[in-house]
């Protein structure tokens, strides 16, 4: 299982930015896909996650602090999860981070740094 982050950047606050994650070695389709967010002292934060398709679509959650401002979303075809992140504030700031959980357990990406900053 490989999970490779990408988007990252600095942004001024009120900007936006997507997060890309490209995965790989599972079949991705299956599983639920999830978004974390680190800064320094602080637990991992779940920012957002998004189900499996179904006929109905995927469900998506959202971390209280940016419902309204992120999405997240899934290309089954091209094995990537986005998180489109818009109105982005100072305390967004972070490593964003790509993972899944698989019948081989629970895998991590390397991280793609967000840092919002004027």
């Known amino acids: 299982v490989e999970l490779v982050e990408s988007g990252g950047g600095l942004v001024q606050p009120g900007g936006s930015l997507r997060l890309s994650c490209a995965a790989s070695g599972f079949y991705f389709s299956n599983y639920y896909m999830h978004w974390y967010r680190r800064t320094p002292g602080k637990e991992p934060e779940l920012v957002a996650a998004i189900s499996p398709a179904t006929s109905q679509g995927s469900q998506t959650t959202y971390a209280d602090a940016v419902k309204g401002r992120f999405t997240i979303s899934r290309d089954d075809v091209n094995e990537t999860v986005f998180l489109e992140m818009e109105d982005l504030k100072p305390e967004d700031t972070g490593m964003y981070y790509c993972?899944?959980?698989?019948?081989?357990?629970?895998?991590w990406g390397r991280g793609t740094q967000v840092t919002v900053s004027s």
């Open positions: 993972t899944t959980t698989t019948l081989t357990g629970h895998t």
